[in-house]
Each structure stands twice: as structure tokens, then as C-alpha cells.
């Protein structure tokens, strides 16, 4: 494929990307967790005055956490697309995808704890 670089395809491109976090938010349930969690720490963030460093580590962390939830959605839905019928290496796959953001959500929660409870006690 040899079409030229365009900054008008590129900016419409953006329209896919949004329209994967619009299918996150509205069928992922755990999204809504990891969104109230994440507003949550905002919050305690601008009430405790963090420093830069841990704004910085809190953002990746958000990003972590949210990343592993959209390429878990998105195995578990090839997943259910390709064999819809149960099965157990599928059942595999998408534990392991699943398991992927549990690994993260833990050590945003860890980390969110060491930031935080110093500065509430």
C-alpha cells in the first residue's frame, strides 16, 4: 500500500481510537471501576497537593490499568468472535488477558497507597 502521508487521514483516524474508549466505557463494567478509582485518586491528588513525580507515576498508572482493560476487551471479543461456542484453551487465553489487568489494577492500588496514606496520616 503506497498512499501518501495525509494530516487529514491521521486527525480522522482519531475517530477509531475514540470510538474503541466510547465501547470501553459503555460495555466494559470493570472500566467503570477503574474510572471511579481513577477520579478517586485525582481528587485526593489536587486535596493533598502531590508532587509532579507522583502526578507523573499516577497518570502512567491510569494508562497501565486502562491499556490492559482495552486489549483484554479486545482478546475477549476475538476471542468470542473466532469460537463462540465455550472452550477451554480460549478460556485460557481470556483468563490470562484478565488476569493481565487484575496485575495491574493491584499495583496501581499498592502504589496509590504509598503515595496517599503518608500524606492523609
Do not use: T
Not at 482519531?14 to 478509582?37: D, V
Not at 499516577?58 to 476471542?79: G, P, Q, R, Y
Amino acid at each position: 500500500m503506497n498512499k501518501k502521508f495525509s494530516i487529514i487521514d491521521r486527525i480522522i483516524s482519531f475517530k477509531y481510537a475514540l470510538q474503541g474508549l466510547k465501547i470501553l466505557i459503555k460495555e466494559e463494567h470493570n472500566a467503570w471501576i477503574h474510572l471511579f478509582f481513577m477520579l478517586l485518586a485525582i481528587v485526593f491528588g489536587l486535596i493533598y497537593s502531590i508532587s509532579l513525580n507522583e502526578w507523573i507515576v499516577l497518570v502512567l498508572l491510569f494508562a497501565l490499568v486502562f491499556l490492559c482493560e482495552l486489549f483484554n476487551s479486545a482478546i475477549e471479543n476475538l476471542c468470542n468472535y473466532v469460537q463462540p461456542e465455550k472452550h477451554e484453551l480460549i478460556g485460557k487465553v481470556k483468563d490470562l488477558a484478565s488476569a493481565a489487568v487484575l496485575v495491574s489494577a493491584i499495583a496501581a492500588f499498592i502504589i496509590g497507597l504509598i503515595i496517599f496514606i503518608p500524606k492523609v496520616f
